[in-house]
Nanobody, 124 residues
Framework: QVQLVESGGGLVQAGGSLRLSCAAS????????MGWFRQAPGKEREFVAR????????YYADSVKGRFTISRDNVKNTVYLQMNSLKPEDTAVYYC?????????????????WGQGTQVTVSS
C-alpha cells in the first residue's frame, strides 16, 4: 500500500501562486509515476500533471501548461505542484495520485492510490 498526504492549498488572488506538496509513504517503490488531478464543484475530476519517479519526465494538461510545474524529490518521496498565474477557473480540490502503470496515463481510473485532497480557491 501507498499513503499520500497533500498540503499547501489555500486562498489566493488571481495572478498569485501556490505550491502544493504530496508526501508519499509505504511501498512507493512499486509506483511508476505521480499525478495531480483536480475536481471543481459539479465537475468531473480532471488530469493536471504527471511526473515519473525515475526519469522525472513530465506531462501537463493544456489548461495548465506554462503556468504549473510538477517536480519531485526522490529522497523525500515528495511531489510538488508549483502553480503560478492562477485563475479563478483553477479553483478546485486538488488530489495527488500514484500509478503502478509504466505508461503515460491521464485517466483517474489508471491511478491506484489517492490522497485526501487539498482545497485551492482563487478569487477574482
Amino acid at each position: 500500500q501507498v499513503q499520500l498526504v497533500e498540503s499547501g492549498g489555500g486562498l489566493v488572488q488571481a495572478g498569485g501562486s501556490l505550491r502544493l506538496s504530496c508526501a508519499a509513504s509505504g511501498r512507493t517503490f512499486t509506483t511508476s509515476a505521480m499525478g495531480w488531478f483536480r475536481q471543481a464543484p459539479g465537475k468531473e475530476r480532471e488530469f493536471v500533471a504527471r511526473i515519473r519517479w525515475n526519469s522525472g519526465s513530465t506531462y501537463y494538461a493544456d489548461s495548465v501548461k506554462g503556468r504549473f510545474t510538477i517536480s519531485r524529490d526522490n529522497v523525500k518521496n515528495t511531489v510538488y505542484l508549483q502553480m503560478n498565474s492562477l485563475k479563478p477557473e483553477d479553483t478546485a480540490v486538488y488530489y495527488c495520485a500514484a500509478t503502478l502503470s509504466p505508461r503515460l496515463v491521464v485517466m483517474s481510473t489508471d491511478y491506484d492510490y489517492w490522497g485526501q485532497g487539498t482545497q485551492v480557491t482563487v478569487s477574482s
